[in-house]
């Protein structure tokens, strides 16, 4: 995955709290591979549903701004990747939910809390405007107007680097090892019994 | 210095801690389902092995047929299911399967198989992973990288979660469960209300419930923003724990005895959150939005969003719309058109006892499924002559599975449909396009399918008094 530190793209806003992962795809998509493309699925039922959908008017923008909790529900990574696929690099909110921002994260996208989510949607209404996120400042530039974004270190440096965690994993491979081998010993029951495997048809 | 139940497990499965606070931490057991096709196809495009197959354990649920088991007619999910046999035999991973007598929802196996123990980290590729905490387990819900990246290496990188503690006092009244001291603090706290949270459920009430009881509770943590929920292990959790399949036996089983005995938060520990909660207060609960905050005791009536404080109001007001009710009503005067009982959240043996202590004797005016949480459960539920109760009612006994909770299966609410439900989401069509969801506990369900509306389960249990 390619890292980046700055992106610079059309913002537009979906003005709601709560938007859960069964909105950002509904679960029939979910049998797709990822080489299919997931883009086509991202609000699949909304979208039908209204006739003015905000990102059907917008199809260019590549920032995302919404409503507080963004992303609650379940752990379908195929919601960041629907994003993703459709041309999002950043959603702005007020704040996210724990397992979808760790998800996004993991894709290279950001999900950016900013405390003043809230006027940033209203200043944007049903239109767009040019954006700007720098990660190295942690900042946001919207309509004239500067926002700071919360930004944990670790999420800025796997973004800007494009890190994968199983690479920076394996690098402590030694240390897993011993640990494992400490557990066993210490705590044996720790690991499935080999009688359950006896039961098994 | 004291520490909490949360740092206690976390500190036993750290293997290091980066400058920034992030933790690699070891993982006792990975379950995965066949959403977990993204993690497999991410480790064959790297060529990697899964680094401990035996302690990987695969299970068929969310695409699971309930019915037609035996030749699976939908290609789509004949897909899925052969792409899970496919990668756990081909990385030596034991498989729960469909044709397999102990199948059944990742969150009802694990605890029934004895996989889900006191002290161990768990994780799986979804959010209701927080259920294993009832246990006093670190449970917690991935996303699809995470479970390639626990695939690869038995370890994960989380950052600690801040500790929150609700204590629940007191007795619940006669047909309050669990699920409505979930919904109460939900709708209290909101559905963000404990998001960066590890819950700790604590009091006098926590104590009094079932394995079954604590499993729903710490299940819907995640609805309340919670990625974990823990319940701090005591007799009633050893005694579910002795002789499962996978738990230790004999002298393992009294060395597995003496650490757990150390898992409670320490007297004096510091909870950055403490909410208390009066059980007498919390009446059976019901949403009538369409998330879990939605809710509202069963004797009160849909809100004005008018009312309500100005994000609040305008989300009311979609919520209505979707849900096609009007502000005013009484609660109980919303008819429903089918009614689901499943779900790792309420359908173990417990809740399918309560629901049927109601349908005993009874019509449902209303159809609807009953599809417990594993076959094991169904096997139990036959036994006790349980099945004949629900289908004597007019209910369909079905296989095991995630089934109409999610409806990946083909089993879905109509468009426009109300659905009284036993799950845990009540999103927008969560349970198919345009589905109305209304949740509430098993008892209210059966209540809701005996009158064909959303009914008070006390009347119908002071009728049988
Ligand atoms: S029953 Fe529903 S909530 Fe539980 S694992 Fe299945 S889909 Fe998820």
């Known amino acids: ?201 | 210095m004291s520490r909490t139940l949360l740092d206690k497990l976390w500190d036993a499965h750290e293997i290091r801690v980066d400058d920034d606070g992030t933790s690699l931490l070891w993982v006792d057991r990975h379950l995965v389902h066949e959403g977990s096709h993204h993690a497999f196809a991410k480790l064959a495009e790297r060529g990697m092995p899964v680094a401990r197959p035996e302690l990987t354990f695969a299970v068929a649920d969310h695409y699971a047929p309930t019915r037609g088991r035996e030749a699976v007619a939908d290609p789509a999910i004949a897909k899925m299911l052969e792409r899970l046999e496919r990668n756990t035999a081909a990385h030596g991973i034991a498989l729960f399967g469909l044709r397999d007598p102990r199948q059944g929802i990742v969150h009802v196996l694990g605890p029934e198989q004895g996989l889900t123990l006191p002290g161990l980290l768990v994780t799986c590729g979804d959010s209701h992973t927080s259920t294993h905490g009832a246990f006093g387990a670190l449970a917690f819900g991935i996303g699809a990288t995470q479970v390639a990246h626990v695939l690869a290496t038995q370890t994960i990188w989380q950052r600690r979660p801040k500790a929150m503690r609700i204590r629940v006092e007191g007795a619940l009244g006669p047909g309050v469960t669990a699920k409505d001291i979930a919904l109460h603090w939900i709708a209290r706290l909101g559905t963000s209300g404990a998001t960066g949270h590890a819950v700790e459920y604590a009091g006098s009430a926590v104590r009094a419930l079932s394995m079954e009881g604590r499993m729903t509770l710490c299940n819907l943590s995640i609805e309340g923003g919670a990625r974990f929920g823990l319940i701090a292990p005591d007799d009633t959790t050893l005694a579910y724990v002795a002789d499962r399949p996978f738990a230790p036996r004999g002298a393992e089983f009294e060395a597995a005895r003496a650490d757990w005995a150390g898992l409670a938060s320490d007297a004096d520990a510091r909870f950055d959150r403490e909410v208390e909660i009066d059980a007498a207060e919390i009446a059976p609960t019901v949403t009538w939005g369409t998330t879990p905050e939605q809710a509202l005791p069963i004797t009160g009536r849909i809100p004005d969003p008018g009312a309500l404080d100005g994000g609040r109001a305008e989300a009311a007001r979609a919520a209505l719309d979707y849900m096609g009710l009007t502000p005013g009503a009484p609660l109980e005067e919303i008819a429903v058109d089918r009614v689901f009982l499943g779900s790792c959240t309420n359908a173990r043996i417990e809740d399918l006892r309560a629901a049927a202590a109601i349908l005993k004797g009874r019509h449902a005016r209303v159809p609807g499924i009953v599809s417990p949480g594993s076959m094991l459960v169904r096997a139990q539920a036959e036994a006790e002559g349980l099945d004949r109760v629900f289908t004597d009612a007019g209910l369909e006994w079905v296989g095991a599975g995630c089934s109409m909770c999610v409806g990946m299966n083909g089993d879905t609410v109509a468009p426009g449909e109300r659905c009284a439900s036993s799950t845990n989401r009540n999103f927008r069509g969560r349970q198919g396009k345009g589905a109305r969801t209304h949740l509430m506990s098993p008892v209210m369900v059966a209540a809701a399918a005996v009158t064909g509306r959303l009914t008070d389960a006390r009347t119908l249990m002071e009728e049988r008094a």
């Not at chain 1, 059907?56 to 992303?71: I, Q, T």
């Not at chain 1, 999420?155 to 640990?179: C, M, P, Q, S, Y």
């Open chain 1, 1 to 201: 995955m390619a890292g980046w530190q700055r992106h610079e793209g059309e913002a537009v806003a979906l003005p709601r709290a709560d938007i859960d992962t069964d909105q950002l795809i509904p679960a029939r998509f979910m049998s797709a591979s990822r080489a299919e493309g997931y883009g086509g699925f991202l609000f699949a039922d909304l979208r039908e549903d209204a006739a003015d959908f905000p990102l059907d008017r917008h199809p260019e923008a590549s920032v995302l701004v919404a409503g507080p909790n963004f992303g609650c529900g379940s752990s379908r990574e195929a919601a960041v990747y629907a994003l993703v696929d459709a041309g999002f690099r950043v959603v702005v909110a007020e704040s996210f939910a724990d397992i979808f921002a760790g998800n996004a994260v993991n894709n290279g996208l950001l999900p950016a809390r900013v405390a003043e989510a809230g006027a940033i949607l209203d200043a944007l209404g049903s239109g767009t405007a040019p954006a700007r996120i720098d990660l190295e400042t942690a900042t946001l530039e919207i309509a004239g107007a500067r926002h700071a974004i919360e930004l944990p270190d670790i999420w800025r440096r796997k973004l800007v680097n494009g890190w994968d965690d199983i690479d920076l994993t394996r690098a402590h491979e030694d240390e897993i090892a011993a640990f494992a081998r400490a557990r066993r010993d210490a705590a044996p029951w720790t690991w499935p019994a080999r009688d359950g495997s006896r039961d098994r048809a």
